[in-house]
């Protein structure tokens, strides 16, 4: 069986992940990753679109990325940079370090940096495999491949 190496980020680099990095300037050469996951990671990027790009960027040609966000499918992605106030950001995107709240046009974004998209939705995943993988019913998993 092939042993699995993985790199955990994180921007403020707490000590149980490997590098401490920002989304928007990944520090690994072009297409040097099998597979990318960014879980909750998005809302949170300033510059989403060129974290996007930079996610694809490392990607082998056959890689993958697991994507998820908080999303309203309904309803198009809000963003506003001049909410800064943290009462003001929780009430307009969930949380007070959100800088927007996604809508059905995250497949666009995501199209538009190269990928393939496939839309996985949570409640169509049994219980046991949401608790395997430690997905919330709501959770919309986005499956982007890089060809």
Known sequence: MPSLKYVGADLEGRPNVCVKMDLVSIPFETESFDAVICIHVLEHVNDDRQAIREMH????????????VPIRLDEKTFEDPAIRDPVERRRAFGEEQHVRYYGYDL??????SGFQVQLDLGNKLDQ???NKYG???DENIFYCTKT
Do not use: C, D, H
């Open 135 to 137: 997905l919330r019913e």
């Open 57 to 68: 960027r490392v990607l082998k040609p056959g890689g993958w990325a697991f994507i998820s």
């Open 107 to 112: 497949t666009e974004r995501l199209e538009q």
């Open 128 to 130: 046991q495999t949401r």
